[in-house]
């Protein structure tokens, strides 16, 4: 049965499990983010680049532990209150409005994503948790 949705806070509850942290693909890194983080760290940028990020499609990204994970996990983020943009966003991010079987695969990896729910709910929740964010970024 197909459940009402009305917020994305109904569409999506972390549970902290670190799933989202972990597999292939990285996490792009603005210049903002690296600032941010590898002032947080203690870190001069030069170091962070050599030492926490690789590239990936000619950009940055936090680079993998042998163990999958985020290189900046450990057991939670050991960066949470500058964590990059990407990761702020997550789960609401654009593929998901360009076609909702995105939402479905990285739900079918994360256990706080609901998938009982229309794809057009889906959309509206995403475009309104993207909308929000910008928003508060133009403050």
Not at 1 to 26: E, N, P, W
Not at 35 to 53: A, P
Not at 121 to 136: H, P, Y
Request: a positive charge; hydrophobic letters at 35%; one cysteine or more.
């Amino acid at each position: 049965m197909i459940s009402k949705v009305r917020t994305a806070d109904d569409l999506f509850s972390c549970q902290r499990c670190g799933d989202c942290c972990k597999g292939y693909g990285g996490t792009y890194l603005t210049q903002s983010d690296m600032e941010r983080i590898s002032r947080y760290l203690g870190m001069r940028s030069e170091r962070f680049m050599r030492d926490v990020c690789q590239m990936s499609g000619g950009k940055p990204v936090i680079a993998q532990a042998e163990n999958g994970y985020c290189l900046l996990w450990d057991q939670q983020c050991t960066i949470h209150p500058v964590k990059p943009q990407m990761c702020r966003r997550w789960p609401f991010i654009e593929s998901i409005l360009v076609d909702t079987s995105n939402w479905h695969a990285m739900a079918a990896g994360c256990p706080g994503m609901r998938v009982d729910v229309s794809d057009d709910q889906i959309r509206k929740c995403v475009r309104a948790a993207i909308r929000k964010k910008i928003d508060s970024l133009l403050k």
